[in-house]
């Protein structure tokens, strides 16, 4: 069972701007850097976002990350419809039992 | 450019163990970072299984942690997967990756920055 909470779907308009969420706790997002990655239908995930703000070389900067108490935010700016996939935060859980942990993942859909 | 590559049986039976080895090309295994695996259930979500550094630190999953372990064969530039006792909830498309990780000021940075294609495994007699 995932320790971070995402919502299941967003959408929008191509041109438009999306937000997906990522909501954790103290032992985890609250004190640690977050990860967002991109996922294809039958494909691995990417790395999209590192240390909860930065950019991998070839990602846009269309993709950017940030991070407020325990939890963080994926924007992604000029959606377009290669931008259709699902999303995944991801970040280490320093608790007892931690390690890392995933989010639920969100589907991204362009209109 | 660093490449992974996963290999091993697709099909293992409830009960016994899944094998399976990571290829690196690239890159050497034994120049930092550490190794790991994530598993993905069909039409589910991402699940970290854990990870190992040269040095033998190792960290895992807390639900898999009497069943995992991973290894790390520096001479064929590889590393390995081994889950015992298999169920049906253990069928999944496994990947390997590169792993950073890092800690400044108690503040961990964990990520996947290099992943293999992955291989589905179905457990099924």
């Known amino acids: 069972q995932s320790v971070l909470t995402q919502p299941p779907s967003v959408s929008a308009a191509p041109g438009q701007k999306v937000t997906i969420s990522c909501s954790g706790s103290?032992?985890?997002?609250?004190?640690?850097?977050v990860s967002w990655y991109q996922q294809f239908p039958g494909t691995a995930p990417k790395l999209l976002i590192y240390d909860s703000n930065k950019r991998p070389s070839g990602i846009p900067d269309r993709f950017s990350g940030s991070k407020s108490g325990t939890s963080a935010t994926l924007a992604i700016t000029g959606l377009q419809t290669g931008d259709e996939a699902d999303y995944y935060c991801?970040?280490?859980?320093?608790?007892?039992?931690?390690?890392?942990?995933f989010g639920t993942g969100t589907k991204v859909t362009v209109l | 450019q660093v490449q992974l590559q996963e290999s091993g049986p697709g099909l293992v039976k409830p009960s016994e163990t899944l094998s399976l080895t990571c290829s690196v090309s690239?890159?050497?295994?034994?120049?930092?970072?550490?190794w790991g695996w994530i598993r993905q259930p069909p039409g589910g979500g991402l699940e970290w299984i854990g990870s190992?550094?040269?040095?033998?630190?190792?960290h895992y999953n807390p639900s898999l942690k009497s069943r995992v372990s991973i290894s790390l064969d520096t001479s064929k530039n590889q590393f390995s997967l081994q889950l015992k006792s298999v169920t049906a909830a253990d069928t999944a498309v496994y990947y390997c990756?590169?792993?950073?990780?890092?800690?400044?000021?108690?503040?961990?940075?964990?990520?996947?920055?290099?992943g293999g294609q992955g291989t589905l495994v179905t457990v099924s007699s």
């Open positions: 190992m550094f040269r040095s033998g630190s190792t």
């Open positions: 103290s032992s985890n997002i609250g004190n640690n850097d």
């Open positions: 990756a590169r792993v950073v990780m890092s800690a400044a000021a108690s503040e961990v940075s964990y990520y996947f920055d290099n």
């Open positions: 690239g890159f050497s295994i034994r120049i930092g970072y550490y």
């Open positions: 991801g970040t280490w859980d320093s608790s007892l039992n931690g390690g890392g942990v």
